[in-house]
């Protein structure tokens, strides 16, 4: 009896515990990237920043061999992104927004020149493309359904299409 309770007690901490963690690990984002040089190489050994908009904290990371970086648990918000490397110019990225549980991967091109100069990469807003995971829907309401050209006019029939 006493072999069944302590095996009950381990099973209710290692729930807690994973629910803790769930939770969170579900507020927060992931920007991630490679650096690569005008050739296309990868640049290792390169110095990234992200640096949020709202509160000017700063992250560092150092790319690996491959030339790859990661920031986890980021807060949701905008950021910018900057990256260089001895021998090449500063290339940079104004502005990223990063919502909760998402990934998001910014590859930087960094051009040969002096490290004193800056690129900045600008683009159109809402042109971003989320290809790390699968997390896109919507809702089918009851009158788009009944609109939909079916003849039983029901979610079943929808399914074959």
Same mark, same amino acid.
């Given at each position: %009896?006493?072999? &069944? %309770?302590?095996?009950?007690?381990? #099973?209710?901490?290692?729930?807690?515990?994973?629910? #803790?963690?769930? /939770?969170?690990?579900?507020?927060?984002?992931?920007?991630? !990237?490679?650096?690569?040089?005008?050739?296309?190489?990868?640049?290792?050994?390169?110095?990234?920043?992200? @640096?949020? /908009?709202?509160?000017?904290?700063?992250? *560092? /990371?150092?790319? =690996? /061999?491959?030339? +790859?970086?990661?920031?986890?648990?980021?807060?949701?918000?905008?950021? *910018?992104? +900057?990256?260089?490397? +001895?021998?090449?110019?500063?290339?940079?990225?104004?502005?990223?927004?990063?919502?909760?549980?998402?990934?998001?991967? #910014? =590859?930087?091109?960094?051009?040969?020149?002096?490290?004193?100069?800056?690129? @900045?990469?600008? !683009?159109?807003?809402?042109?971003?493309?989320?290809?790390?995971? *699968?997390?896109?829907?919507?809702? #089918?309401?009851?009158?788009?359904?009944?609109? &939909?050209?079916?003849?039983?006019? =029901?979610?079943?029939?929808?399914?074959?299409?």
């Amino acid at each position: %009896m006493r072999a &069944l %309770m302590y095996t009950l007690s381990a #099973i209710l901490v290692v729930f807690t515990l994973s629910g #803790i963690v769930w /939770a969170q690990t579900a507020s927060t984002g992931t920007v991630l !990237g490679l650096v690569t040089d005008p050739t296309g190489a990868v640049v290792p050994g390169a110095t990234v920043e992200l @640096e949020d /908009a709202a509160t000017k904290a700063v992250r *560092s /990371a150092t790319t =690996n /061999a491959a030339g +790859r970086y990661v920031f986890v648990a980021l807060p949701p918000g905008t950021y *910018s992104i +900057r990256a260089a490397a +001895r021998g090449f110019q500063q290339a940079a990225v104004p502005s990223v927004v990063v919502e909760v549980t998402q990934s998001y991967t #910014i =590859n930087l091109a960094l051009s040969i020149g002096e490290s004193r100069q800056t690129i @900045e990469v600008t !683009g159109t807003p809402g042109a971003e493309l989320q290809t790390l995971d *699968s997390t896109v829907g919507s809702t #089918i309401g009851g009158d788009t359904l009944m609109s &939909l050209p079916s003849l039983q006019r =029901n979610v079943a029939s929808l399914l074959t299409l």
